[in-house]
Nanobody, 120 residues
Framework: QVQLVESGGGLVQAGGSLRLSCAAS????????MGWYRQAPGKQRELVAA???????NYADSVKGRFTISRDNAKNTVYLQMNSLKPEDTAVYYC??????????????WGQGTQVTVSS
């Protein structure tokens, strides 16, 4: 059983900052990649940022230069530092992990989602 527990969402004014955290727990054998997706009302879920086990990262063009993803491998935790937030960043943010457990190979796991609301 794997759980991804997110925290750090909330309401912030445009130009402000938030930091999201996501901790993976359970019978984890290895983590290939972790990342954040978001889904705004009426829109498809989209990748925001991802980080691989070796440290390489990729970002959506819309957040480059404003968001930073990082990872603490010892804690199986991924962070998303969001600066210069815009109203269009408003969405439910979901943590994602591509990981293997002691009984299952690489598989996609999702957190429950955390709301980020940016007011203008």
């Amino acid at each position: 059983q794997v759980q991804l527990v997110e925290s750090g969402g909330g309401l912030v004014q445009a130009g402000g900052s938030l930091r999201l955290s996501c901790a993976a727990s359970g019978s984890i054998f290895s983590i290939n990649a972790m990342g954040w997706y978001r889904q705004a009302p009426g829109k498809q879920r989209e990748l925001v940022a991802a980080i691989r086990s070796g440290g390489s990262t990729n970002y959506a063009d819309s957040v480059k230069g404003r968001f930073t993803i990082s990872r603490d491998n010892a804690k199986n935790t991924v962070y998303l530092q969001m600066n210069s937030l815009k109203p269009e960043d408003t969405a439910v943010y979901y943590c994602h992990a591509d990981l293997a457990t002691t009984v299952r190979g690489l598989y996609d796991y999702w957190g429950q989602g955390t709301q980020v609301t940016v007011s203008s």
